[in-house]
């Protein structure tokens, strides 16, 4: 299984992303820039977050048009795994791979904290080592994250069971208090039809040593550890 | 009489008569309006240090750490392995009292330009923020807009901003203070310093297109704020992160190339200063060719040209064979452009559309004139001191002065800089005196912080000074590093008054008495005068904002300020004194206390060494450094962050027994430390650090209770965590609620 991390023009979380890949997860893997990419070549992809393209315009759109989002775009047909973290999720969902939108955050500025995600499903190829219902520890820091979908649009993503993650509470509940950016039913990652494409906001990547985390676990590692493949 | 010819020029310059007299005495003849305008610049205060660069002479610089001292873009130290830290502090006072948001912004692009000159990676910002009271509508606005500013900026970059200080007195309601830190992580063996050496060398302009933005932002940056500063605004850059992350990116990628020779930011005074630095360190010349420059704007003249400060822009001097170099610029989508060259002349020689414009020799840029400056001491009228008066309920007392902005949590901040990119911070902003950042692949991490009390610098600028940067060498330590290194970044008034001068003479002297003490050289350093405001003719309060390096030896050493367990013993080390001068209990009281606290050199250095021990010998679970607020604010917060509670007797606090309760628990006395040990390990630790000489005493045990303070008959103190962490948490997002 090789990994490719993809690095736009104003992609800043790529260096983390692929230092998890190959220092604690010791996998093959890539930093590769958006021109020279070839999805051929590759397993599986990361979008790493950022502010690609300045986030001018509007977040992960314009990185979205992209001849590099065509590769992931085949990739993600062939059934390859496909993540999409922060800025990563922006685009996946710019570029209409994952349903939805992401706006500015309900208290209109950046926020940047470690939260609680309960894993709503086993259920995609990032997930499927992680019992459903489990609470993972992970920082969000971004400024556009709000999901946001229309009513049917948000009742056909729970039915199909394409909600992967929710911000929840102590109890492990979702609940306003817990919803840090105004998400709709605290929607904090989900993924598409054939469950191999998944975009998040929170960063495994920056969970997934003890040491970085205020609850010395390691919980955004289950996530990436399913590029292991 | 042989006056320069002033009147003819259309140019308003900022040049003394003197200078001018100067100027043209080394240059032998009549300037040109050009090179007016770039001695203007070149010999403002902002550029040339002129008021302040003998003094400063006067800071310990050297020591076995030390690769890189002042003089350079950044300081450079040795923390071991090859691996060296890069770090410098800047101000950007002056455009961040006009466009709040905009100045602070383009104060970090600076600052991280500074770094990567260095050949070194940025790896975090801090900030040193001071603003008029919050009640202030104009203050909540400066706040909001430099905090709105650093984090839209320093996020984009994905650089952390992991640390900080903010402090609220009335003194900068006009002039607020911003100072930015940054600090990187290179290797010894590839750093690069700012200077052209090789004759040959190609000069290459990258980056943003020049405008006629920041023309003149740093002469503006040497006078006071006046009801016309408003129309100084257009001198105020506009940032752009999006362009500086691929600077950032670009640059570390075309260095390690080898073909860059040098690197050099373009900040205050634009293409003029960056030429006449580079090439005066390295005894060279340039020939440049202003036409080749990018432009972002029409028919703009030499003047403009060479005076602009358009920000995201970076100097190259690259090897004659550098094509791979223009490879990777090209890739970034960076625009370039091939200006000149480097010579052997010595001079700035600029053409523009085939005339010579500029022919001017570096060192006379770069070596402005020092005027004579008085030092008077002020007359300070003695204030008859009114009793103080204590307030008779101490859960109250506590309560209010959590709820005081200077000692409030700084939460409502620091949630909108994305501290964590990088996946280097281990303490986060919060968790402990300072921030930490380790070294990935590598069993150490930095420590860093910035301190500054400006109530203590105003009431004697030697001692405060002396105090700040005790205190920030306390705040690494309570992490469990050891303090290696300082920088700092000066802002006072018009130095051109006497008081003013005699307080900046003082807290040099202050600051290197301390330094000396502790054996911490300072390896640069920045200055901003003219924090004043000519409608009061008021002064900002002196303050130099201290940025402290500390290095961590090994990972498991870092210790966070939260309680750990119920049961664990609480130490106080350190002696408590009658020291409540420019404390914040007085200005909650509205007492005037005579007595600031004393920096004691020695006494800092035993605390400070017996805290290393103790931490080293594993004794230690929490540590936090006592400072604004005292005692019971020290120990609140560290109940708070633990979320657990505790019992303090206030008899076995080591004081004098004239001293009341209140005293007691709210002096600001320095060289403190309260540490958390097991009960195991308790005698262990008491014998440790008396061993030292230095007072250590147990004040009480960690409980899961209440946070209580008693005596021997009575409770002074007792409070629900909840109750504290109410006050000390919502007071901020209180005040700025209000519009």
Same mark, same amino acid.
């Given at each position: ?10 992609s ?14 010791? &996998?093959e893997? $890539? ?15 990361? &979008? ?24 992931v ?11 999409g ?5 922006q ?8 349903p939805?939108?992401? &706006? ?7 926020v ?17 080592a ?27 993503? $729970? ?19 817990s ?14 039809? $054939? ?23 390691? $919980?955004? &590692? ?8 | ?18 200078e ?26 902002? !550029?040339?240090?002129?008021?302040? *660069? ?21 300081g ?16 950007? =006072? ?13 104060? %970090? ?15 975090g ?19 909001? =807009? ?29 002039? !607020? ?14 750093? +690069?310093?700012? *200077?052209?050496?090789?004759?040959g ?51 570390? @990628? ?17 293409? +003029?200063?960056?030429?006449?630095e ?18 972002r ?15 995201? *822009? ?79 309920d ?7 002065l ?17 501290? @964590? ?14 921030a ?41 330590v309570? +992490?469990?590093a050891?303090? %290696? ?5 000066? /802002? ?8 003013v ?49 500390g ?15 119920a ?11 009658? @020291? ?10 509205? /007492? ?11 006494? @800092? *250095? ?8 103790? %931490?080293r ?8 450094? !006592? ?43 320095s ?29 009480g ?17 007792? !409070?629900?965590?909840?109750r ?7 007071? %901020? ?7």
């Amino acid at each position: 299984m090789k990994t490719a991390v993809v690095r736009f023009p104003g992609s800043n979380c790529d260096l983390d992303v692929f230092h998890v890949l190959k220092d604690v997860l010791k &996998l093959e893997a $890539d930093l590769v820039w958006h021109r020279d990419f070839a999805g051929e070549e590759y397993d599986s992809v990361v &979008l790493p977050g950022g502010f690609s393209y300045g986030d001018y315009l509007r977040a992960g759109t314009i990185a979205a048009h992209s001849p590099a989002m065509e590769q992931v775009r085949v990739m993600a047909k062939e059934g390859k795994p496909v993540i999409g973290i922060c800025n990563g999720f922006q685009i996946l969902i710019e570029s209409g791979l994952l349903p939805g939108a992401l &706006l500015r955050n309900e208290c209109l500025a950046f926020v940047c904290k470690w939260v609680k995600v309960r894993v709503e499903t086993s259920d995609t190829v990032f997930t499927r080592a992680i019992q459903k219902g489990a609470v993972l520890d992970m920082p969000i820091a971004h400024a556009e994250g709000r999901y946001v979908n229309d009513p049917e649009g948000l009742k056909e993503l $729970d039915e199909n069971g394409q909600v992967v993650f929710r911000y929840v509470n102590n109890q492990s509940v979702p609940s306003e208090d817990s919803n840090p950016n105004g998400s709709m039913d605290c929607v904090a990652g989900i993924c598409n039809e $054939d469950r191999n494409v998944v975009g998040l906001m929170p960063h495994p990547e920056r969970a997934s040593e003890p040491i970085l985390s205020p609850f010395s676990n390691s $919980d955004g &590692l289950r996530i990436l550890a399913a590029l292991r493949g | 009489m042989n006056i320069p010819r002033l009147e003819a020029t259309r140019l308003k310059v900022n040049l003394t008569f003197d200078e001018l007299i100067e100027a043209r005495k080394r240059l032998g003849r009549e300037p040109n309006e050009v090179e007016l305008g770039m001695i203007d610049v070149m010999w403002s205060e902002h !550029c040339s240090y002129k008021s302040s *660069r003998r003094l400063l002479q006067k800071l310990p610089k050297s020591g076995k750490r030390v690769i890189v001292g002042p003089g350079y873009d950044s300081g450079v130290v040795d923390i071991g392995d090859g691996d060296v830290i890069a770090f410098k502090i800047e101000s950007h =006072n002056h455009p961040s009292a006009i466009e709040p948001y905009n100045g602070a912004a383009t104060g %970090i692009g600076g600052i991280i330009r500074d770094i990567l000159c260095m050949n070194c990676r940025p790896i975090g910002l801090l900030d040193s923020l001071r603003f008029g009271s919050l009640d202030s509508g104009h203050s909540r606005w400066l706040f909001n =807009n430099v905090v709105r500013g650093i984090a839209d900026y320093g996020n984009c970059t994905g650089i952390p901003t992991v640390s900080g200080e903010i402090e609220f007195d009335e003194s900068f309601e006009t002039n !607020c203070i911003v100072n930015v830190a940054c600090i990187g992580q290179g290797r010894a063996e590839t750093l +690069t310093l700012g *200077r052209m050496d090789n004759p040959g060398d190609i000069i290459v302009l990258v980056g943003g297109a020049t405008g006629r933005d920041g023309v003149h932002g740093v002469t503006f940056a040497s006078r006071v704020i006046t009801e016309e500063s408003e129309l100084d605004r257009p001198a105020v850059q506009i940032g752009d992160p999006f362009t500086k992350k691929l600077v950032i990116e670009a640059t570390l @990628e075309a260095l390690r190339t080898g073909k860059v020779t040098a690197v050099k930011d373009l900040g205050g005074g634009g293409l +003029t200063c960056a030429l006449s630095e580079m090439s005066s360190k390295g005894g060279t010349g340039v020939q440049v060719d202003l036409e080749k420059i990018h432009v972002r704007e029409e028919g703009m003249s030499p003047y403009e040209l060479l005076l602009s400060e358009s920000q995201e *822009r970076i100097l190259f001097t690259v090897a004659p064979e550098g094509e791979e170099v223009f490879k990777i610029l090209r890739k970034w989508g960076l625009a370039y452009s091939v200006i000149g060259k480097v010579t052997a002349s010595g001079r700035i020689v600029a053409k523009f559309r085939g005339e010579v414009v500029v022919d001017i020799p570096s060192e006379l840029l770069t070596n402005s004139p020092i005027p004579r400056r008085i030092a008077r001491r002020p007359k300070t009228t003695r204030e008859k001191r009114a009793k103080a008066q204590s307030m008779s309920d101490l859960s109250q007392a506590l309560c209010n002065l959590l709820s005081m902005p200077n000692i409030a949590c700084k939460e409502y901040v620091y949630r909108q800089y994305d501290h @964590e990119v990088g996946v280097r911070t281990i303490l986060k902003p919060g968790d402990a005196d300072a921030a930490v950042l380790r070294v990935i692949g590598a069993d150490k991490a930095v420590a860093v912080k910035v301190d500054c009390n400006s109530s203590y610098c105003f009431l004697d600028p030697y001692n405060g000074h002396a105090l700040a940067v005790a205190e920030a060498a306390r705040n690494v330590v309570a +992490t469990g590093a050891v303090p %290696i290194a300082m920088t700092d970044c000066c /802002n006072f008034g018009n130095p051109e008054k006497p008081e003013v001068y005699w307080q900046f003479k003082e807290a040099i002297d202050g600051m290197g008495y301390m330094l000396r003490g502790l054996n911490i050289p300072c390896v640069g350093g920045n200055v901003s005068f003219y924090n004043e405001d000519e409608r009061t003719g008021r002064a900002v309060k002196p303050s130099t904002a201290i940025v402290m390096l500390g290095l961590i030896e090994r990972l498991n050493l870092v210790t966070s300020m939260a309680l750990k367990r119920a049961g664990e013993s609480i130490v106080l080390i350190g002696k408590t004194f009658r @020291e409540l001068g420019g404390s914040q209990y007085s200005r909650l009281t509205g /007492n005037q206390h005579s007595n600031p606290p004393r920096a004691v050199a020695s006494r @800092e *250095r035993s605390s400070i060494r017996a805290v290393i021990e103790a %931490i080293r010998g594993g004794y230690v679970t929490a540590a936090h450094d !006592c400072s604004e607020g005292g005692l019971a604010v020290a120990l609140a917060e560290m109940a708070i962050k633990g979320n657990l509670g505790l019992t303090v007797d206030l008899g076995a606090i080591p004081h004098k027994a004239s001293m009341k309760p209140d005293e007691v628990l709210f002096s600001e006395s320095s060289a403190r430390f309260i540490l958390t040990t097991t009960e195991e390990h308790a005698g262990k630790l008491l014998s440790l650090v008396r061993g030292r000489g230095v007072a250590a005493a147990k004040i009480g045990e960690v409980s899961t209770l209440d946070f209580k303070v008693v005596t021997e008959n009575e409770t002074l103190i007792c !409070c629900p965590i909840e109750r504290l962490r109410n006050a000390w948490q919502t007071a %901020i997002p209180e005040l700025v609620k209000v519009n």
